[in-house]
């Protein structure tokens, strides 16, 4: 939130805040609210926006008005309505917080030429409330999220058949301050802020944005600028590319390369009864044992041993 500086208020002012009524505004408005209206009207209001019972002089101190407009689509409701002037910045917070911001939402244009032309009859009115000499500040704070329509204000009294630039630079002759707030940067506001005080500012305004897509352009007052935000200090998403370091751990894989054993050969050995096939390299084959049943030493043991058994009996 951004806080005014209370002890440079004035001490008589007409602040007028011309508010775009549609669904385009709906999604920033808490935001804008929190971040910027509330905050003009504390610096306006010397203090801190409160309900209290304070008697104000009828013919001094700050006075506020709101003016409301709409888009093409609002018909048959009128385009642009306002609140009476009151001296309480908390009754102006309550008309703010009533507003339904509907409609509008398929239009890429709003009317602010109604609203700043509305804007223009209420500085008459309070002009005509104040029975005093003493100067009196005059600010027009334009809030918006859409450029105005290509055509003249329609519905006014006084002020019909002017384009929202020729309004824009109407109120910088009149020696009112205008000031535009909008969640979007739009080429269309920053030139009605630049026909309002009667030249292209070349010099870049201060900053006063909390977001950086905001537009906030302020002339007559300050806000507290914005607080460089150190690069520890920011809560944006950082991608950590990583990098590999001469210190890091490195995990390598070696392979041993053995040499290739030749294939192995085969040789049939026919040595004994049975031919017998040696490989290289694999273990020589136990010599084979001879057959006993079979062989002419067998028989001839088979017949001693039953001569024996002859003699015998």
Not at 95 to 113: D, Q, R, V, Y
Not at 187 to 199: F, I, N, T
Request: glycine share 6%; proline share 8%; aromatic share 6%.
């Amino acid at each position: 939130m951004v806080v005014a500086d209370a002890s440079s208020a004035p001490a008589c002012a007409d602040v007028v805040f011309v508010i775009e009524g549609t669904a385009n505004l709906h999604a920033y408005i808490d935001q804008l609210k929190t971040s910027y209206i509330v905050p003009t009207l504390e610096h306006f209001n010397g203090g801190p926006v409160v309900n209290s019972n304070d008697f104000d002089a009828k013919f001094g101190g700050t006075r506020y008005a709101l003016v409301v407009y709409n888009t093409a689509d609002c018909a048959p409701n009128q385009t642009a309505i306002c609140t009476a002037p009151t001296t309480s910045a908390y009754n102006l917070l309550m008309c703010l917080e009533s507003i339904e911001f509907i409609s509008g939402a398929g239009e890429k244009f709003s009317m602010i030429s109604e609203g700043l032309s509305t804007a223009l009859q209420l500085f008459d009115d309070m002009k005509a409330m104040r029975y005093t000499s003493s100067p009196v500040l005059k600010q027009c704070i334009l809030i918006c999220n859409s450029p105005p329509y290509p055509m003249p204000s329609q519905d006014s009294m006084n002020y019909s058949g002017f384009t929202a630039e020729q309004l824009a630079a109407m109120i910088g002759e009149r020696g009112i301050h205008f000031s535009v707030i909008s969640p979007r940067k739009l080429p269309e506001l920053q030139r009605l802020y630049d026909k309002a005080c009667g030249e292209v500012q070349i010099v870049p305004p201060k900053d006063y944005a909390t977001d950086p897509r905001h537009m906030i352009l302020l002339k007559g007052f300050q806000l507290a600028e914005k607080i460089p935000v150190s690069i520890g200090d920011t809560k944006e998403i950082a991608i950590v590319k990583p990098t590999t370091t001469a210190t890091s751990a490195v995990t390598t894989t070696t392979t041993t390369t053995q040499p290739l054993k030749p294939l192995s050969t085969a040789t049939i050995v026919t040595g004994g009864s049975t031919p017998v096939m040696k490989t290289a390299g694999s273990p020589a084959p136990a010599p084979a044992q001879p057959n006993l049943t079979g062989s002419p030493q067998a028989g001839t043991k088979r017949q001693i041993g039953r001569a024996s058994c002859r003699e015998r009996v």
